[in-house]
């Protein structure tokens, strides 16, 4: 009779330590993709235990939100500051995630000094190429063999599907893109290399960052994913048209990473406005309706969102390798401030006491099944 009730109380044990181990995104997606969130400094160096301790419990790979951008790696030539980044990639080292650079070349958040002279004249293509093949090869071999995969161009191709007119394309031409690939590589060859965009449901945008990729590959340039930031809105994009996307970078014979997942609750001041940092528009109350807290009835349509976005998600899990949120708990969400400076947001599937919302549990389920 003991025996018998021993036997049960081991039964009882494995089913509880079983639904645990699938209680959290990390067990939940195993062998499906890696599960993922970006890191604010208060994170990675530890101010924030309650985000560390959920980033611990529920992710397996890590990407820094900030402090890996070259504005702050390099904010004059030839000086570099490694601190944060450094203790960025420890902090997933000792924690046995897998790292994610963000980002080598982006127009946004480059130090102004890269692309001018001591007159203040842009410099020639020769030096900007120079400039940046330096920027990358310092980078990358500083953390060779620790970084799983690089965003390596950030944000090249415009709404209209051709090549932003950023500063790197003014002076250096299309070729700006293979040659960070090229860099890239040859500071490590086994680190994977990727594309990272956003509004990529956009036919548009699809088809500009599918031209550019045929491109490269055709010219024998190594490019190993493609990202699709997340950055959702309640209106849009459609899940028919993410999938679109998903199926056709795939077809391109890249991963697919969902990257920087957010899903925003507030109004849009203006359609169509992306991701695009610069975009700013003047506070006014009506834009922040739910200072005081989030109505049950949007919350739920929100969790609905996430859900229908996660099945989609599972339904490609041989196309998918990551998916990564764009900050720990909502208090931490970049969406709190863009593109209106000082709202309350609620764009992320932990609130501001950490505590999941229920989506959380709706998807947990949803990837069990599956
Ligand atoms: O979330 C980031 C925010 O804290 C920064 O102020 C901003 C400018 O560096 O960048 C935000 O992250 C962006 C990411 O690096 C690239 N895609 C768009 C993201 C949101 O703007």
Same mark, same amino acid.
């Given at each position: 009779?003991?025996?018998?009730?021993?036997?049960?109380?081991?039964?009882?044990?494995?089913?509880?330590?079983?639904?645990? #181990?699938?209680?959290?995104?990390?067990?939940? !997606?195993?062998?499906?993709? =890696?599960?993922?969130?970006?890191?604010?400094?208060?994170?990675?160096?530890? $101010?924030?235990?309650?985000?560390?301790?959920?980033?611990?419990?529920?992710?397996?790979?890590?990407?820094?939100?900030?402090?890996?951008?070259?504005?702050?790696?390099?904010?004059?030539?030839?000086?570099?500051?490694?601190?944060?980044?450094?203790?960025?990639?420890?902090?997933?080292?000792?924690?046995?995630?897998?790292?994610?650079?963000?980002?080598?070349?982006?127009?946004?958040?480059?130090?102004?000094? !890269?692309? /001018?002279?001591?007159?203040?004249?842009?410099?020639?293509?020769?030096?900007?190429?120079?400039?940046?093949?330096? &920027?990358? @090869? @310092?980078?990358?071999?500083?953390?060779? %063999?620790? /970084?799983?995969?690089? +965003?390596?161009?950030?944000?090249?191709?415009? %709404?209209?599907?051709?090549?932003?007119?950023?500063? !790197? &394309?003014?002076?250096?031409?299309?070729?700006?893109?293979?040659?960070?690939?090229?860099?890239?590589?040859?500071?490590?060859?086994?680190?994977? =290399?990727?594309?990272?965009?956003?509004?990529?449901?956009?036919?548009?945008?699809?088809?500009?960052?599918?031209?550019?990729?045929? @491109?490269?590959?055709?010219?024998?340039?190594?490019?190993?994913?493609?990202?699709?930031? %997340? &950055?959702?809105?309640?209106?849009?994009?459609?899940?028919?048209?993410?999938?679109?996307?998903?199926?056709?970078?795939?077809?391109? %014979?890249?991963?697919?990473?969902? @990257?920087? =997942?957010?899903?925003?609750?507030?109004? /849009?001041?203006?359609?169509?406005?992306?991701?695009?940092?610069?975009?700013?528009?003047?506070?006014?109350?009506?834009?922040?309706?739910?200072?005081?807290?989030?109505?049950?009835?949007?919350?739920?349509?929100?969790?609905?969102?996430?859900?229908?976005?996660?099945?989609?998600?599972?339904?490609?899990?041989?196309?998918?390798?990551?998916?990564?949120?764009?900050?720990?708990?909502?208090?931490?969400?970049?969406?709190? +401030?863009?593109?209106? &400076?000082? $709202?309350?947001?609620? #764009?992320?599937? !932990?609130? $501001?006491?950490?505590? #999941?919302?229920? #989506?959380?549990?709706?998807?947990?389920?949803?990837?069990?099944? $599956?």
């Amino acid at each position: 009779m003991k025996k018998l009730v021993y036997f049960f109380l081991l039964i009882g044990l494995l089913a509880c330590s079983q639904q645990n #181990a699938s209680s959290t995104f990390k067990s939940a !997606f195993n062998g499906k993709f =890696l599960m993922g969130t970006a890191l604010n400094l208060d994170q990675i160096w530890g $101010r924030d235990t309650l985000g560390i301790q959920l980033t611990k419990k529920q992710f397996n790979s890590i990407v820094a939100e900030n402090c890996m951008k070259s504005m702050y790696l390099q904010p004059e030539e030839g000086q570099f500051f490694f601190d944060d980044a450094d203790r960025f990639v420890k902090f997933g080292e000792e924690n046995g995630m897998a790292i994610i650079g963000h980002t080598l070349v982006w127009h946004n958040q480059a130090p102004a000094w !890269f692309f /001018i002279d001591e007159k203040g004249q842009d410099v020639s293509r020769e030096v900007l190429l120079e400039r940046m093949k330096n &920027h990358i @090869t @310092t980078v990358v071999s500083r953390y060779k %063999g620790k /970084i799983k995969g690089w +965003d390596v161009v950030n944000e090249a191709i415009d %709404g209209d599907g051709n090549f932003r007119p950023t500063k !790197f &394309h003014q002076i250096i031409g299309e070729d700006y893109i293979k040659y960070a690939f090229l860099f890239a590589q040859e500071a490590d060859p086994e680190a994977e =290399l990727y594309y990272n965009d956003f509004s990529m449901a956009d036919e548009d945008k699809r088809n500009g960052v599918i031209a550019m990729v045929k @491109t490269l590959q055709w010219q024998g340039v190594k490019v190993d994913g493609i990202g699709m930031q %997340g &950055h959702l809105i309640m209106s849009g994009p459609s899940i028919d048209e993410f999938e679109k996307s998903i199926v056709a970078f795939s077809e391109l %014979g890249v991963k697919v990473m969902i @990257t920087e =997942l957010d899903l925003s609750v507030l109004p /849009i001041p203006k359609p169509n406005i992306g991701a695009d940092v610069t975009a700013n528009f003047e506070y006014m109350q009506e834009m922040n309706p739910y200072a005081e807290g989030l109505p049950d009835s949007v919350l739920q349509v929100q969790q609905q969102r996430y859900v229908d976005f996660f099945r989609l998600f599972l339904k490609h899990t041989d196309k998918i390798d990551r998916v990564t949120f764009w900050g720990v708990a909502d208090g931490d969400s970049w969406k709190n +401030d863009w593109p209106v &400076h000082g $709202r309350t947001d609620y #764009a992320l599937l !932990f609130d $501001r006491s950490h505590q #999941a919302k229920s #989506a959380v549990a709706d998807i947990l389920k949803m990837a069990k099944k $599956r």
